[in-house]
């Protein structure tokens, strides 16, 4: 038999607390951190329509939070769960342990989360603070959300973040690199074989090396910098707004890099590994804009540029050698 909340007579039976202990929940992952996450709203609302009680407890949830107000966010609810004085005064006591339930879990607690892409592919996430985080292809990153700070280990890849603002809590990137700390701004990192690259572009951000203590830098919209493979910070310089994350719209764009590092790039949308022979081929600088994933377009504009060959070894593996040792 159900028991309603206004028969002060009877006690919560085992399935009655346990339907409003979901309310209580999902009204805290409501009110907590800015709403709702998109991936868990189709979850809530099959809650919703599975069963009218559901609803209704929902409903009895939301009005004992806007009753309680500033009440629930002081102790006096804990006082009130001691209070055995009549059935009413026990009845008051249930309406504030619910409403202690909510504050438990609206209370900020230490929150882990890992974001990956698999290769070939971009994903967009969306975390419980607001801020968003875009992974470009073959990246991996993992979340740390608490009261004091909103913190990232920056695992590999390439990803742009677009920070909800709090003061309260800086937003935090750790590289194996450096650290990049913010308020809250956009700006996009990127690990390299000889460190890692940031680009600014909007708001201040600051960084410093892991290994030398006494270089950081703060950056601000339309400034890149990097924190190289030894430590020491590259010198900040200007870059074109405009192709700040050029790859969410599939583009990559290259300024004077290396054919390995470019190289490497392309790897990241594709399946098969491609080699370059022998190290000035490797270090020599390429600058252009290719599509993401599209080989032959890339193949035929380094034949262009470059007296080499690209030779197709089997369906896993291409090579990329000057004219005159292989290759056709």
């Given at each position: 038999m159900r028991t309603n909340l206004k028969n002060h007579s009877q006690e919560m039976d085992p399935d009655e607390f346990e339907e409003v202990s979901m309310a209580a929940q999902w009204f805290a992952r409501h009110k907590r951190d800015?709403?709702?996450?998109?991936d868990?709203?189709?979850?809530?609302?099959?809650?919703?329509?599975?069963?009218?009680?559901?609803?209704?407890?929902?409903?009895?949830i939301e009005s004992t939070y806007a009753?309680?107000?500033?009440?629930?966010?002081?102790?006096?609810?804990?006082?009130?769960?001691?209070?055995?004085?009549?059935?009413?005064i026990?009845?008051?006591?249930?309406c504030l342990a619910i409403a202690c339930l909510i504050l438990l879990i609206l209370k900020p607690r230490e929150q882990h989360f890992e974001f990956s892409s698999a290769r070939g592919e971009v994903?967009?996430?969306?975390?419980?603070?607001?801020?968003?985080?875009m992974l470009d292809t073959d990246s991996r990153l993992a979340v740390t959300l608490n009261e004091e700070e909103r913190f990232v280990q920056f695992i590999r890849g390439?990803?742009?973040?677009?920070?909800?603002?709090?003061?309260?809590?800086?937003?935090?990137?750790?590289?194996?690199?450096?650290?990049i700390?913010?308020?809250?701004?956009?700006?996009?990192?990127?690990?390299?074989?000889?460190?890692?690259?940031?680009?600014v572009e909007k708001g201040k951000v600051s960084?410093?090396?892991?290994?030398?203590?006494?270089?950081?830098?703060?950056?601000?919209?339309g400034q890149k910098s990097a924190i190289q493979i030894d430590g020491t910070l590259a010198r900040v310089e200007s870059f074109d707004l405009a192709s700040f994350g050029s790859w969410r719209r599939g583009e990559l764009v290259f300024q004077d890099l290396p054919l390995a590092e470019v190289v490497r790039e392309m790897e990241r949308y594709v399946e098969q590994r491609i080699t370059v022979r022998t190290e000035s081929l490797r270090e020599t600088l390429i600058s252009g804009v290719f599509r993401a994933g599209k080989l032959d377009e890339f193949f035929s504009a380094i034949r262009t540029a470059l007296p080499v060959s690209v030779t197709i070894v089997s369906d896993e593996e291409i090579v990329i050698a000057p004219k005159t040792t292989a290759g056709f």
């Open positions: 800015g709403g709702l996450p998109l868990e709203v189709s979850a809530f609302e099959e809650w919703l329509a599975a069963d009218p009680v559901h609803r209704a407890e929902y409903a009895k009753l309680v107000g500033k009440l629930a966010e002081s102790e006096v609810e804990r006082s009130a769960l001691r209070f055995r004085y009549s059935k009413v026990t009845a008051v006591a249930a994903k967009e996430f969306t975390l419980r603070d607001g801020s968003l985080i390439r990803a742009v973040f677009d920070v909800f603002t709090d003061p309260d809590r800086p937003f935090k990137v750790e590289t194996g690199d450096g650290l700390r913010v308020l809250g701004t956009r700006f996009e990192v990127q690990s390299r074989i000889d460190g890692t690259e940031l680009f960084m410093r090396s892991a290994t030398h203590s006494d270089q950081s830098q703060l950056l601000t919209a």
